[in-house]
């Protein structure tokens, strides 16, 4: 596979000022593995050779791009050698970071949030009452235990009202003992409302509810927090099923977004565990938290390229606005300069 000649036809939209920012002060951390390291082996030569390549190799190995995602580019850049000499360390960055945007962009497919933001309402339309415009957009929050659902579940609603976006909670996560009082609290820090039932009811009659209002007030995103799950627990993923049949019930194609939570820290292993609850939780991209701790956010290519799924956010703290959007030339910039 090759990511070098032609224009890439649906490029990216430039990143909002303020994102490429915050995105570098998260990365920080993997910014100083990685780029150190490359900055390293290339001022060591002057040409770019076969040795220069095989230390390349194990630099982006060591930062949790993963094995086949490196041997990827590592034959692109081979390729690409054998017909054209790599001048030096700049342009084998600048390759270098071209490949890791293609790959990420690879699985960005369009954003239901664009398609959803601007309808197209015929003008008769726009005097009829707001619950027949359109119906809400349903996401629903999946994962294991401790990846981050229920904070991202918060910081998601926080970032539709930034939108603009009307947004109700649904917390379907009637398992966890605290999850719905945590809930609850982002609730209120993000001034929206949420659904809820007792502790250890049922999570498809709680997200009926949760739907059914959302509906009736015209809501434009319905968020739902599940309960952590192994993909290996057949109770709960069929449980999930009925969460997705009840949503499909009551609003068409719903849910619209599945997002898998996962831990940027746990690294290979959740790579993992997530390549077996993609294919069990009809999931549609990736939320991935915790990039603010880890030097292994390379984890984020190897998602793109393992998974085939786009990262659509990543989470780089824990206060409320410390979830962005996930942008490949930002993130990249970020990473490589
Ligand atoms: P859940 O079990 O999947 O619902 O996980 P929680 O939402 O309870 O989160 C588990 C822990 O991870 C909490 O201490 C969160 O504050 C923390 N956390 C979640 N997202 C992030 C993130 O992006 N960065 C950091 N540093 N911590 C996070």
């Excluded at 999931?283 to 991935?288: Q, S």
Aim: net charge positive; charged share 20%; aromatic share 4%.
């Amino acid at each position: 596979m090759s990511f070098f000649g032609g224009k890439r036809e649906n490029s990216v939209a430039t990143p909002k000022p303020g994102l490429l920012d915050r995105m570098k002060q998260a990365v920080t951390r993997t910014r100083e593995s990685l780029s150190s390291k490359i900055d390293g082996l290339v001022a060591l030569t002057r040409t770019v050779d076969e040795q220069t390549l095989e230390s390349l190799e194990s630099v982006l190995l060591t930062s949790d791009l993963g094995v086949q995602t490196t041997t990827d580019i590592l034959a692109a850049l081979r390729d690409r050698a054998r017909h054209q000499a790599i001048r030096d360390g700049a342009e084998l960055r600048s390759l270098l970071k071209q490949q890791l945007i293609a790959i990420l962009s690879a699985p960005q497919a369009p954003n239901t949030i664009q398609t959803l933001a601007a309808p197209q309402v015929p003008p008769q339309a726009l005097e009829a009452p707001k619950a027949q415009l359109a119906s809400p957009q349903v996401t629903f929050l999946v994962g294991v235990n401790g990846t981050g659902k229920t904070t991202s579940a918060g910081k998601l609603a926080a970032w539709y009202r930034a939108q603009n976006r009307t947004v109700l909670l649904c917390a379907a996560d009637t398992f966890r003992a605290a999850a719905i009082e945590q809930l609850e609290v982002w609730a209120a820090r993000s001034g929206v409302e949420m659904i809820k039932t007792r502790h250890g009811g049922d999570p498809a009659a709680v997200l009926y509810d949760a739907a059914s209002a959302a509906k009736a007030r015209g809501i434009q995103e319905l968020i739902v927090d599940t309960a952590g799950r192994l993909h290996t627990k057949s109770g709960l993923m069929d449980e999930l099923d009925k969460m997705r049949r009840t949503a499909a019930k009551l609003i068409p194609g719903a849910p619209h977004q599945v997002l898998l939570v996962m831990d940027a820290t746990t690294g290979q292993n959740g790579l993992q565990q997530a390549r077996l609850f993609t294919q069990a939780a009809g999931v549609t991209g990736i939320l991935l938290t915790k990039l603010d701790g880890t030097a292994k956010g390379g984890i984020a290519v190897a998602i793109a390229r393992e998974l085939a799924l786009p990262v659509r956010f990543v989470g780089v703290g824990e206060q409320m606005q410390d979830l962005l959007e996930f942008s490949p030339e930002a993130f990249v910039d970020s990473l490589l300069g």
